[in-house]
């Protein structure tokens, strides 16, 4: 069975510092793994996803992810964190099939950037 | 146009009503999904359209009905809502064959009285 674990339930940091969002999945066959970033009352929005290739993904707003395959993790980063980025981050694992994508969230990891 | 649609932005209604819930995207995806969300939660998937055909349903009560009119157009119609099925009701969708990453909508927030 598939599944995406969201270890924190809230991640506090300081604005300019870095931060880091845990996420570790667990899937047969290879997986395709994205992060999601939810603000209040809106939907989601895509930030990034790890299909195949360099492990380092690049996203929007300055997020990258790193993959890592033999801890089966995937952790949302970025260098120096806004006040801004203050929000509720959704990792989700989406094996393709027939020609759609059922994603599978993980719990949810609310960041809180603190001036 | 690289959004998906979703009206209204607020729906209240009562358990003997009926109303709809419509999505839209012109971006030529041919996967459509509905979600619904409770706060604080992750979404849950409850529909999946894939080429206007239902693919998936999961287990979700009759009192929610999917409509796929055309490859452009989602609705959810709703029928004697409990008011446990209060929460944000989500759109998104995906291009088949491409990048694999689902687009969502703002959400439909629906309070069921």
């Known amino acids: 069975a598939q599944s995406v674990a969201q270890p924190e339930d809230q991640v506090n940091v300081a604005e300019g510092n870095p931060l880091t969002v845990k996420c570790t999945y667990s899937v047969s066959g290879n997986p395709y793994l994205f992060w999601y970033v939810q603000y209040p009352n809106r939907g989601l929005q895509f930030l990034l996803k790890y299909i195949t290739g360099d492990n380092l993904v690049k996203g929007s707003y300055g997020f990258e992810a790193e993959f890592n395959k033999s801890q089966t993790s995937f952790h949302l980063k970025k260098p120096s964190a806004l006040v801004s980025d203050s929000a509720l981050y959704f990792c989700a694992v989406g094996p393709l099939s027939g020609g759609y994508n059922k994603l599978i969230f993980g719990a949810g990891t609310r960041l809180a950037v603190h001036p | 146009d690289t959004e998906v649609t979703q009206t209204p932005k607020h729906l209240v209604m009562g358990m003997t009503n009926k109303k709809s819930l419509k999505c839209e995207q012109h971006?030529?995806?041919?996967?459509m999904y509905w979600y619904k969300q409770k706060a604080k939660k992750p979404p849950e998937l409850m529909f999946v359209y894939s080429y206007e055909k239902l693919s998936i349903n999961e287990s979700v009560p009759s009192r929610f009905s999917p409509e796929c009119p055309n490859s452009s157009l989602l609705n959810l119609h709703l029928h004697a809502l409990q008011p446990e099925d209060s929460a944000l009701y989500l759109c998104a969708s995906t291009p088949v064959g491409g990048s694999y990453e689902q687009y969502f909508g703002p959400g439909t927030r629906l309070t069921v009285t």
């Open positions: 971006m030529g995806h041919r996967a």
